[in-house]
């Protein structure tokens, strides 16, 4: 069965709107939780890195007050895309990691955003 | 700077005959190599891997060769199945570097019947 969860599949919402992304992983206690992005044709691109606790870790280029995480509990996390504009389209997928685990084997099923 | 690069964009291939993805890399870093499968809508799954003091590594129809001189990987699935289709993804990553995974672009693979 699915070990990660991810919360909503698809959505879509107007330009200047905020949109709440969930991430629960299921079977273990993810320490360590990755966001990543993908837009068509591309790689998945890491956005950032966010363990229990403490304040996520951002790539270069992704903007930490736009794709705020928050990373309370050892099982959810969530990324709130704030402001959204066309080109935050994407698919966004997290991918939670357990402690002393070298690799992140464990995906969600995705959030395909469209803004409008 | 692209360190995981597939530069097939696809492959098309015969059922029951062998599909080889391949993937190349500029990091001598990396110490793992892990490939992913990943359906349209769907988030990657994993299929295999190998650890970059090993060669070869294989699990059932699926192979990993990894030429650590040559910085490629290639995955040989056999025989290939009608289900294989999908994007395949390659993806590496360092302890040195904090277990990030580094992405290939992927390669769409279709297996016809």
């Known amino acids: 069965g699915a070990v990660v969860s991810q919360h909503p599949s698809r959505v879509i919402c107007k330009s200047g709107t905020s949109v709440k992304i969930e991430c629960r992983s299921l079977?273990?206690?993810?320490?360590?939780m990755f966001w990543y992005r993908q837009f068509p044709k591309q790689s998945l691109m890491l956005m950032a890195t966010?363990?229990?606790?403490?304040?996520?870790?951002?790539e270069q280029g992704v903007e930490k007050d736009k794709f705020l995480i928050n990373h309370a509990s050892l099982t959810l996390s969530t990324l709130t895309v704030t402001s959204a504009h066309p080109e935050d389209s994407s698919f966004y997928i997290c991918?939670?990691?357990?402690?002393?685990?070298?690799?992140?084997?464990?995906f969600g099923n995705g959030t395909r955003l469209t803004v409008t | 700077d692209q360190q995981v690069k597939q530069n097939s964009p696809s492959l098309s291939v015969q059922e029951g005959r062998i599909s080889i993805l391949n993937c190349d890399y500029t990091?001598?870093?990396?110490?793992?190599f892990l490939w992913y499968k990943k359906y349209p809508a769907e988030g990657p799954t994993f299929l295999i891997s190998?650890?970059?003091?090993?060669d070869k590594n294989e699990d059932g129809r699926f192979t990993v060769f990894l030429n650590k001189s040559a910085k490629h990987l290639s995955l040989h699935i056999v025989p290939s199945q009608p289900g294989d289709s999908a994007v395949y993804f390659c993806?590496?990553?360092?302890?040195?570097?904090?277990?990030?995974?580094?992405f290939g672009a992927g390669t769409i693979l279709r297996v016809k019947s």
């Open positions: 079977d273990f206690q993810a320490t360590t």
């Open positions: 993806a590496a990553y360092s302890m040195e570097y904090g277990n990030k995974l580094v």
């Open positions: 991918s939670p990691s357990p402690r002393n685990n070298n690799s992140p084997l464990h």
């Open positions: 990091n001598s870093m990396f110490d793992y």
């Open positions: 966010s363990n229990e606790g403490s304040k996520a870790t951002y």
């Open positions: 190998i650890s970059s003091i090993k």
